[in-house]
């Protein structure tokens, strides 16, 4: 009797042994779910604190992809990654080159040539439908690839879009026009800023006494406000700084400033708002 009161107790003790490292193992993979869950969210956002530890070269501004075969395409400032389900071009990697651009129409063309063999890379802005998911995309991609063992080209067509630089997401106040620096009462109660959400290729903020809103239109080194909503009875200040942003083609992102470029004149400077 003491024999099997004595296994029973061992084995109460086991399982609750058991349980607990369950349990544990369970709050660490939660832990450490919630944990990645918070930083990509982080990343997401383009906070300052990510943005300063990670290399904006290495974030990817171009992403497409394709059917018949399945395809994939990341474009990041110093490489061309290339993925497919063909067995020819599984994985083709290339170092990045700044793309040549066609006259009249927004047309890019990238073409690197490593070790491995070449690639050709077409983005023109036209509208296109994925054939299979039915996702549309404002770009349509053409990928010609060849391996140096072979002569002939294999061409790949898809669907792909820019991805907004992320440290634009945030808050912007105006500080410097022309080489000048403001004064809040110059536009009307506050100083204009721009709040930019990168995620949504949108904006909104204030030209010192009117709320304004509208569109982003984003291209690797190119920002152009667009659609701006705004009332009718602006000052000469208020209207002025909506010209201003209307003119912008070109952007820098320096020290917790944005430059905002007319081709290379800078235009305003703006501070990232805490």
């Known amino acids: 009797m003491i024999k099997i009161r004595n296994i029973f107790f061992c084995a109460v003790v086991l399982v609750s042994v058991c349980s607990l490292l369950a349990c544990k193992q369970v709050k660490n993979v939660t832990k450490k779910a919630t944990s990645i869950k918070q930083v990509d969210s982080t990343i997401a956002l383009g906070d300052s604190s990510t943005s300063d530890k990670i290399e904006y070269i290495e974030a990817i501004y171009f992403r497409a992809s394709g059917t018949e075969p399945f395809w994939g395409l990341e474009i990041s400032s110093n490489s061309l990654k290339f993925t497919s389900v063909s067995e020819e071009f599984e994985i083709f990697n290339a170092p990045h080159t700044e793309p040549k651009k066609a006259m009249g129409a927004n047309v890019k063309l990238y073409r690197s040539v490593p070790e491995i063999g070449e690639i050709k890379i077409q983005i023109e802005q036209q509208s296109c439908t994925n054939n299979m998911s ?22 790949f067509k898809g669907c792909g879009n820019y991805i907004t630089d992320y440290r634009l997401h945030d808050i912007w106040a105006l500080d410097i026009v022309n080489g000048q620096p403001i004064e809040a009462q110059q536009y009307g109660k506050e100083r204009p800023f721009v709040e ?79």
């Open 134 to 155: 039915g996702i549309e995309s404002k770009y349509q991609v053409t990928v010609t690839l060849k391996r140096s063992i072979n002569e002939g080209f294999t061409t």
């Open 196 to 274: 930019i959400n990168s995620s949504q290729n949108t904006f909104m903020g204030s030209t010192g006494n009117h709320n304004i809103s509208g569109k982003i239109f984003w291209e690797k080194g190119l920002l152009q406000f667009t659609d701006i909503v705004m009332p009718q009875n602006l000052s000469e200040g208020e209207k002025g700084f909506i010209k201003s942003l209307q003119l912008a083609t070109g952007y820098t992102l320096e020290n917790r400033l944005l430059l905002l470029f007319d081709n290379k004149r800078e235009m305003m400077k703006f501070r990232k708002a805490d």
